[in-house]
T-cell receptor, first 114, second 114 residues
Framework: GQQLNQSPQSMFIQEGEDVSMNCTSSSIFNTWLWYKQEPGEGPVLLIALYKAGELTSNGRLTAQFGITRKDSFLNISASIPSDVGIYFCAGQKVGNFGNEKLTFGTGTRLTIIP | DTEVTQTPKHLVMGMTNKKSLKCEQHMGHRAMYWYKQKAKKPPELMFVYSYEKLSINESVPSRFSPECPNSSLLNLHLHALQPEDSALYLC?????????????FGPGTRLTVL
């Protein structure tokens, strides 16, 4: 199925560094969601964005819904070891017959170098 | 409370076995979802139930049979699976299944087919 373009694919950073990742699409979305997934676990919702241009923070995390509704970014400030995991963006738009689907990005794997 | 629970956590089955995965939420959500996730890939949508009715089947083989007994429960019945069906199976729920909803995921069932 369709996937969103998410970059970078992986990041290797040192503790304390800031992180930035983004998702782009050729389609317009009504909602952008950012999830974090750790090995063997389900995705955990980090931030949900509902309006074009919206900028939302959750602790050290900040995400924005692009003004064109075709992109979103996630920033993590002052990374800590527990930030390690795979981050997925996901967009949602009206589907056929009113049935909505999430379209996932390809994921960004974050590794913190000791 | 944004908890979706799934049982079992791990499941190993032979190709001739019949087993079921279970998912439960008590958030009053009326849309529930099954996803399949292979290693290092984003989740892939399998089924969507909206108000206890199957609304989306993403061309999933008939060896996977979903069931929604009530608004809080979602089952996935498995029969005659293949080794390539081994994956993490994720359940999710959302309030109404519309494009402004937020999907919350369970921890997943790690399925191994021998």
């Amino acid at each position: 199925g369709q996937q969103l373009n998410q970059s970078p694919q992986s990041m290797f950073i040192q503790e304390g560094e800031d992180v930035s990742m983004n998702c782009t699409s050729s389609s317009i979305f009504n909602t952008w969601l950012w999830y974090k997934q750790e090995p063997g676990e389900g995705p955990v919702l980090l931030i949900a964005l509902y309006k074009a241009g919206e900028l939302t923070s959750n602790g050290r995390l900040t995400a924005q819904f692009g003004i064109t509704r075709k992109d979103s970014f996630l920033n993590i400030s002052a990374s800590i070891p527990s930030d390690v995991g795979i981050y997925f963006c996901a967009g949602q738009k009206v589907g056929n017959f009113g049935n909505e689907k999430l379209t996932f990005g390809t994921g960004t794997r974050l590794t913190i170098i000791p | 409370d944004t908890e979706v629970t799934q049982t079992p956590k791990h499941l190993v089955m032979g190709m001739t076995n019949k087993k079921s995965l279970k998912c439960e939420q008590h958030m009053g959500h009326r849309a529930m979802y099954w996803y399949k996730q292979k290693a290092k890939k984003p989740p892939e949508l399998m089924f969507v139930y909206s108000y206890e009715k199957l609304s989306i089947n993403e061309s999933v083989p008939s060896r996977f049979s979903p069931e929604c007994p009530n608004s809080s429960l979602l089952n996935l019945h498995l029969h005659a699976l293949q080794p390539e069906d081994s994956a993490l199976y994720l359940c999710a729920s959302s309030r109404r299944g519309v494009s402004t909803d937020t999907q919350y995921f369970g921890p997943g069932t790690r399925l191994t087919v021998l």
